[in-house]
């Protein structure tokens, strides 16, 4: 069992904190009060983090992309979402939506499509959650309807990632709600060539990261932009939502790291009493207990991503990753607010943000609860969702 990066990695790993700490770091606190990026700023971003293996990280190299595992994945990722949540959410699910086109084969979209994506000039996203509709994901009522050269889609997204910036949406729909999993496909919108409307969604983290309600009303795209057949959707979707999860874990570990390195520097500063905050042992054990839960959810994290790159499902290591690493994060980033005392509720500290951030993970995805029905089903072979 070898918990070590390899050198590659190492260096990977060195050079991206570097650049987050000298070019994002310092404005990081400034873009979330701003709230939602713009499709201006996400572009810039996407070029600026593109040589770091940002864009494009598991599309092959056949296809334009890195070639990269799922374990660079994670390091690039627990990088990113521990100095700008926000950032890391909309390069993630740019780069996630063209793997799964480059998955789909494709060919027309791939070639037609992929080129953009890669070079930073176009966003993407994923739309499967609708308003009645969360974690079930063969209940989705987004029709789609095949009318000549077309399919016709009506419904609506919410909570899609990406959604009001987005040049591309890769839209789970039916061709049937009566026939539940095997009518689910998957087409690709092209905001250009086939308008939808957006609405962005406020909220209470990672401010930044776009999302949005979606409303697709006779919206015609082309046929040969159906991504996936009815059946094999609703496999690539439950694949998605899998390898969400692990990235939502490595998202929580990454701003667990960044709330313990925080606390850390403040206590060593912060004097009371005649002496550093950093001597007292109560704030010691909580520094003690932020450490163990962050390496617990990182070793949880790591080895769910190991899964995938050993071509495993990982549905057992992507709930049980997701549900322990976000619940911790909220539970880390909250003592680091204690540690802070005053100053922890405050903005002039960055604790507060990763607190919101923190929270923000445990719902999307499949809620904590649903990830621990998950890992019970697959461990007992009996489902509690039927």
Known sequence: MDFNLTEEQKMLQETVRRYLKDKIAPRADEWDRKGPMTKEEAHGFLKDLKPFGYVGTLVPEE??????????????????????????????????????????????????????????????????????????????????????????????????????????????????????????????????????????????????????????????????????????????ALRGLTFARCNAAIAAVGISQAAIDASIQYARERTQFGKPIAKFQLIQEMIADMIAETEAARLLSYRAFFVLDQGGMGRKEGSLAKAYATEAAVRVTSKAVQIHGAYGLSEEYPVERYFRDARMYTIPDGTTEIQKLVVAREVLGMSAFV
Not at 80 to 104: D, F, K, N, Q, W
Not at 207 to 235: H, I, M, Q, Y
Request: glycine residues 12%; charged residues 20%; proline residues 4%.
């Open 63 to 236: 296809h334009g992309g890195m070639g990269l595992s799922h374990i660079d994945w994670a390091i690039l990722h627990e990088e990113l979402r521990g100095v700008y949540a926000g950032l890391g959410g909309m390069v993630g699910i740019t780069s996630s939506t063209s793997h799964g086109i480059s998955e789909s084969g494709n060919e027309h979209l791939i070639g037609r499509t992929l080129p953009g994506l890669l070079s930073g000039d176009k966003i993407a996203c994923t739309a499967i959650t609708e308003p009645n509709v969360g974690s079930d994901v063969s209940t989705v009522q987004t029709r789609a309807v095949l009318d000549g050269d077309h399919y016709v889609l009506n419904g609506t997204k919410t909570w899609i990632s990406n959604g009001t910036i987005a040049d591309c949406v890769s839209v789970v729909a039916t061709l049937d709600p009566s026939k539940g999993a095997e009518a689910i496909c998957q087409v690709l919108v092209e905001r250009e060539e086939s308008p939808f409307v957006a609405r962005e969604i406020k909220k209470m983290g990672v401010r930044s990261f776009p999302t949005a309600e979606l409303a697709f009303e006779d919206c015609r795209v082309p046929k040969e932009n159906l991504l996936r057949a009815p059946g094999k959707g609703f496999k690539m």
